[in-house]
C-alpha cells in the first residue's frame, strides 16, 4: 500500500469510523460467521426439541414433522424431573439471595465504612480468585457437610453454593460504591439515617447495574453447578438438573433425544430470557466497574 | 494511616455516642456488614484450603476407623514418586497449551472487528448474541457438547458421515470417552464458550483506548497491522494479562468436564491431577483423603508457580 493511500484511509477512518465499504462488508461477515459458530449448537438443540421421533433418529437439520408433544411428556412421564427442576429453582434461589446481600453489605462496608482489616479482606478475596479453592477444597467441605448432617441435604448445598462466585461478587460491588461518593453516605448519616438506610435509600440505587451483574454471574453458576452437587448428593431424586442431565444416557428409553433436548431448552431459556431482557444494565455494570474488579 | 485514623475519629465525634462503649459498639457495628460475607469465605473457601493442607500431612483415610497419624511429607514423597503424577500434571499442562491461544487470539480479533461496527444497534445485538454462551451455566454446556460430540447420533459425526462422506459409521471420529481426541475436543468446546465473554473483555478494553492514538499513526502513515502491534497491543496487555493468567488457572483445574467426558480411566488423557485427587479422595478404597490432599497441594502449588511467573513476564514495563 502506498503512503497517500494509507493517508487517505487514516482520514476516511476518522470521518466514518469504517476503512471502506468492502471492509465493512468483510468484517461483518467475519461477525456473523462467528455468530453462526455460536448459534448453530443452540439452534439445533431447539428443533431437535420439537422434531418427530423418527425425524430425531435421521439426524438432519430441519425436521420434516414437527411435534412439540415432547414438552408435556418429559414432565409427565419422567417421574424425578419435576423434582430434581424443584431442587435446582430453590437451591439456585436460595444462593443467589444470600450471595447478592453478603455481597453487596461487604461492598459497602469494604469502600464506605472500611473497617480496620478491610485491606487484608481485599487481598484474601483477590488471591482466593488464583487458587483452586473450588477443586481443592470439596475434601473438606464433604468433611464440613458430613460434619453438620447435610450429606444427601438439597437445602445444605446452599451453604458451599454461596461461595462459588461469592469472592468475585464481593470484588464488583466494592468497585461499584468507589463510584458513589462518600459525601452522599455522610450526609444521610448526619441526617441521622443508619448505616442500613444510608445502604438501602442512596447505596442499592446508584449500584443497580451491578447488582444486575452478580445476579446473572451467581444465577449462571449456581444452576449449572456439577462438582458439589454430586459429590454431596447421592440419590438422585435430591439431585439438581446438571448432574441429572449429565447422568442421563441420550437416546435410550425415556431420554430420547428429542425428550433430553426438551428438558434442555426448558432448562436453559430462563438465563437466556433473562439476559436478554436485562443485557441494557448488564452491559453497564459490566463497563462501569465489573471488568476493572 | 494517620489520615485514615483522623479521619474516623472525625467521624466518631459526628456520631451520637462517643467514650469508650461508644467505640467499642462501633468497631462491632463496622465489622457487623462483613460478618455474613466472612463467614461463609471463611467457613467454605479458607478453612477448607487450610484443612486440606493438614490433612495432607496426615494418613487420613475418610472410611477407616482409625485414627489419623501426622505422617509429616510422607505423602508428597509418595505422590511425586508416582509416575502418575507427572503424567496427571502433564495432561492438564497438554490441555491447557492447546486451549489457552485460541481463547486469547480470536476473541481479540473478533473484538477489533466487533469495536469497528458504526451502527449502535448492530453493535448491541453482536455483543448479546456473543454473550448467550456466557449465561449458559457449566454443566449445560458439557451436555450439549456431549451430545454435538456423540459418535452415532452427533451432529458433528452426522456432518462428516453423511453429508461430506469423509467417514463410515465405522470409522468416524471417536471423540469422547477418553480418546486421544478427548482434550482437544474439549478445548474446542471452552474456546466456543469463552468466546463471547473474552470478546467483551476485550472490546471494553478497546472502548478505553482514546481514538486518538490510533488516528495519529495512521496518519504518520503506519498500517493496520502496525496500528494494531503498536498502538492498540500495548494498551490492551492489562486486560490480556488478567485474561491470561485467569484462563491458565481455570484450564489447570478443569474438573468437572473430565468427570463428564473422561470417567475413572487412568489411562485416559483426561485422567489430570484434579481427577486423580477426585478418585483417591472418593472413589478408591477407603477414601485416602489424606493422600488425594497432598496431590491437590502439588497439583494447585505447580500452577501457582506458573501463574506467578506469568505475572511476572506480563508484569508492566517502566
Given at each position: 500500500?502506498?503512503?497517500e493511500?494509507?493517508?487517505?484511509d ?5 470521518e466514518?469510523?469504517a476503512s ?7 468484517r461483518?461477515?467475519v461477525i456473523?460467521l462467528f455468530n ?7 439452534g ?14 435421521r439426524?438432519?437439520?430441519w425436521?420434516?414433522?414437527f411435534?412439540?408433544?415432547?414438552y408435556?411428556?418429559?414432565?409427565h ?5 419435576p ?11 436460595g444462593s443467589v439471595?444470600i450471595?447478592t ?9 469494604l469502600?464506605?465504612i472500611?473497617?480496620?482489616?478491610a485491606g487484608?479482606?481485599?487481598t484474601?478475596l483477590?488471591?482466593?480468585l488464583?487458587?483452586?479453592v473450588?477443586v481443592v ?7 464440613t457437610?458430613?460434619w453438620?448432617g447435610l450429606?444427601?441435604n438439597t437445602?445444605g ?7 462459588l462466585q461469592?469472592?468475585?461478587s464481593?470484588?464488583?460491588m466494592?468497585?461499584?460504591?468507589q463510584?458513589?461518593?462518600h459525601?452522599m453516605?455522610?450526609?444521610a448519616r ?6 442500613w438506610r444510608?445502604?438501602?435509600?442512596i447505596?442499592i440505587?446508584?449500584v ?11 444465577f ?5 453447578e456439577?462438582l ?10 435430591k439431585?439438581?438438573?446438571p448432574?441429572v442431565?449429565?447422568?442421563a ?7 430420547a433425544w428429542?425428550?433430553?433436548?426438551a428438558?434442555?431448552v426448558?432448562v436453559?431459556t ?9 443485557q ?7 463497563m ?6 | 494511616?494517620a489520615?485514615t485514623i483522623?479521619e474516623s475519629?472525625?467521624?466518631l465525634?459526628?456520631?451520637a455516642g462517643?467514650g ?7 468497631g462491632v457495628n463496622?465489622?457487623l456488614?462483613l460478618a455474613?460475607?466472612l463467614?461463609?469465605f471463611?467457613g467454605y473457601q479458607?478453612?477448607p484450603i487450610f484443612?486440606v493442607?493438614?490433612?495432607?500431612f496426615t494418613d487420613?483415610q475418610?472410611?477407616?476407623e ?5 505422617v509429616?511429607?510422607?505423602?508428597y514423597a ?5 509416575p502418575?503424577m507427572?503424567?496427571?500434571l502433564?495432561?492438564?499442562a497438554?490441555?491447557?497449551a ?18 469497528r ?6 453493535a448491541?445485538?453482536y455483543?448479546?448474541?456473543?454473550l448467550i454462551p456466557a449465561?449458559i451455566?457449566s454443566t ?7 451430545w454435538m460430540?456423540n459418535y452415532?447420533?452427533g451432529?458433528?459425526?452426522?456432518l462428516?458421515?453423511?453429508?461430506f ?9 471417536q471423540?469422547?470417552?477418553?480418546t486421544?481426541?478427548?482434550?482437544p475436543a474439549i478445548a474446542?468446546?471452552e ?5 463471547g465473554?473474552?470478546t467483551?473483555?476485550f ?12 488516528d ?8 493496520e ?5 503498536h498502538?492498540?497491543?500495548?494498551q490492551?496487555?492489562p486486560i ?10 481455570s484450564?489447570?483445574a478443569?474438573i468437572?468436564?473430565y ?8 489411562a ?10 477426585y ?9 485416602r483423603?489424606?493422600y488425594?490432599?497432598?496431590i491437590g497441594?502439588?497439583g494447585?502449588?505447580a ?9 511476572w513476564v506480563?508484569r508492566?514495563?517502566?
Open positions: 500500500m502506498t503512503l493511500a494509507d493517508h487517505a487514516a482520514a476516511a477512518l476518522r466514518t469510523n471502506s465499504a468492502g471492509g465493512a462488508a468483510l461483518h461477515l456473523n453462526l459458530i455460536i448459534l448453530l449448537p443452540l439445533w438443540v431447539l428443533l431437535m426439541s420439537v422434531k418427530s421421533l423418527p425425524d430425531a433418529m439426524g438432519d437439520f425436521p420434516s414433522h411435534d412439540f408433544t415432547h408435556a411428556f418429559v414432565f412421564r419422567i417421574a424425578t424431573l423434582v430434581n427442576l424443584f431442587n435446582s429453582i430453590y437451591v439456585t434461589t439471595l450471595t446481600f453478603c455481597a453487596v453489605i461487604a461492598g459497602y462496608a469502600v464506605h472500611k473497617p480496620i482489616g487484608l479482606v481485599v484474601a483477590l488471591v482466593s488464583y487458587f483452586p473450588r477444597s470439596i475434601i473438606s467441605i464433604y468433611e457437610q458430613h453438620l450429606i444427601n437445602a448445598l446452599i451453604l458451599p453454593y454461596v461461595t461469592l469472592a468475585i464481593i470484588l464488583i466494592r468497585s461499584m460504591f463510584l458513589v461518593p459525601e453516605f455522610e450526609s448526619i441526617d441521622g439515617a443508619g448505616h444510608a445502604l438501602w435509600e447505596g440505587p446508584m443497580r447495574n451491578g447488582l444486575v451483574v452478580i445476579f446473572i454471574v451467581n449462571v453458576s449456581a444452576w449449572g456439577y458439589l452437587c454430586l459429590t454431596l448428593i447421592d440419590d438422585e431424586a439431585r439438581t438438573m448432574v442431565l449429565a447422568a444416557q441420550g437416546g435410550q428409553g425415556q431420554w428429542p425428550n433430553l433436548a428438558v434442555y426448558i436453559v430462563p438465563g437466556i430470557i433473562a439476559f436478554t431482557l436485562a441494557r444494565l448488564f452491559f453497564k455494570g459490566l462501569e466497574g465489573a471488568l476493572k474488579g | 494511616m489520615q483522623a475519629e472525625a467521624k465525634g459526628a456520631g462517643g469508650e462503649a461508644g467505640l467499642l459498639r462501633r463496622e465489622w456488614f455474613p460475607a463467614a461463609f471463611i479458607v478453612w484443612r493442607l493438614w490433612l495432607s487420613f475418610f472410611l477407616s482409625k485414627p489419623a497419624h501426622w509429616w511429607l510422607d505423602n509418595q505422590a511425586l514418586r508416582d502418575l507427572w503424567t496427571s502433564g495432561r492438564a497438554l490441555f491447557t492447546m486451549f489457552l491461544p485460541g481463547t486469547i487470539i480470536l476473541p481479540l480479533l473478533l473484538a477489533i472487528l466487533v469495536d461496527v458504526g451502527s449502535q444497534r448492530l448491541t445485538l455483543r448479546v448474541i456473543l449465561v451455566p449445560l454446556i458439557f451436555v450439549l457438547w456431549k460430540y452415532q447420533s451432529p458433528i459425526n452426522h462428516l458421515v453423511n453429508t462422506g469423509l467417514f463410515t459409521l465405522q470409522n468416524a471420529p471423540w469422547l470417552g477418553g486421544a481426541l478427548t482434550l474446542v468446546m474456546v466456543w464458550w469463552g468466546l465473554y473474552h467483551i473483555f472490546i471494553a478494553g478497546l472502548a478505553a483506548i482514546p481514538k486518538e492514538l490510533p495519529a499513526a495512521r496518519i504518520d502513515g503506519a498500517n497491522w502496525q496500528v494494531f502491534w498502538v492498540t497491543r500495548p490492551l496487555a490480556m494479562m488478567i485474561l491470561v493468567v485467569l484462563r491458565f488457572g484450564a489447570m478443569v468437572d468436564e468427570l463428564i467426558f473422561g470417567g475413572f480411566n487412568r485416559s488423557p483426561t485422567y489430570t491431577w484434579t481427577i486423580f485427587m478418585d483417591q479422595a472418593f472413589k478408591l478404597g477407603l477414601w483423603q489424606g488425594a490432599a497432598a497441594m502439588i494447585a502449588i500452577m501457582m508457580c506458573v501463574m506467578a511467573a506469568l505475572i506480563f508492566p514495563k517502566g
